[in-house]
Antibody, heavy 116, light 106 residues
């Protein structure tokens, strides 16, 4: 069955950086687009970024464009989110999900807290 | 950006009730509308895609309808496990946006 496991979250100071990973299993990773979606504690869901199966097409939400970079390693079945210049408003649970715009499979999420 | 507005924001109901949640898009999104269910501390669960197609394995008491700008999620007979927060989401264009959520409470 499809499994997505995020890691790399934690506490970081404003202006700092963090790299999230998502380990995928149970499907042919290189055949599928992937996405990151976040949720601030107690708030709603916000799409962050999507990447095509080959990595050639990438989309970002305006709120993270220029600060976050999505990438993937199809040889290791890994999805990444490099987050730079972090702000307090980036504090959230970050979920990886399979596919670009419709998400039938989600990981359990990893918490990123941006605070001094 | 396409704004998604759900109503109501919260809803009190009882086991066995029929419940309808509404989602409105700020512009036409054809049938590019999905519904998710989320319980506290858990990832969202995919319920309905393309406005009215039930995800494989989903309970048949859940149904969706609508196209263009107005959509509904209906639960025909509430079960205890259905008390959760429900989100609509448009997959028509980036940025892919969600409604603010509807919290379904006892």
């Amino acid at each position: 069955q499809v499994q997505l496991v995020e890691s790399g979250g934690g506490l970081v100071k404003p202006g700092g950086s963090l790299r999230l990973s998502c380990a995928a299993s149970g499907f042919t990773f290189s055949d599928y687009d992937m996405s990151w979606i976040r949720q601030a504690p107690g708030k709603g869901l916000e799409w962050v970024s999507s990447i095509s199966f080959s990595g050639s097409t990438i989309y970002y939400a305006d709120s993270v464009k220029g600060r976050f970079t999505i990438s993937r390693d199809n040889t290791k079945n890994l999805l990444f989110l490099q987050m730079n210049s972090l702000r307090a408003e980036d504090t959230a649970f970050y979920f990886c999900a399979r596919d670009t715009s419709t998400w039938p499979h989600w990981g359990q999420g990893t918490l990123v807290t941006v605070s001094s | 950006d396409i704004q998604m507005t759900q109503s109501p924001s919260s809803l009190s109901a009882s086991v066995g009730d029929r419940v309808t949640i509404t989602c409105r898009a700020s512009q036409s999104i054809s049938s590019y509308l999905n519904w998710y269910q989320q319980k506290p501390g858990k990832a969202p669960k995919f319920l309905i895609y393309a406005a009215s197609s039930l995800q494989s394995g989903g309970p048949s008491r859940f149904s969706g309808s609508g196209s263009g700008t107005d959509f509904t999620l209906t639960i025909s007979s509430l079960q205890p496990e259905d008390f959760a927060t429900y989100y609509c989401q448009q997959s028509y264009s980036t940025p892919y946006t969600f409604g603010q959520g509807t919290k379904l409470e006892i």
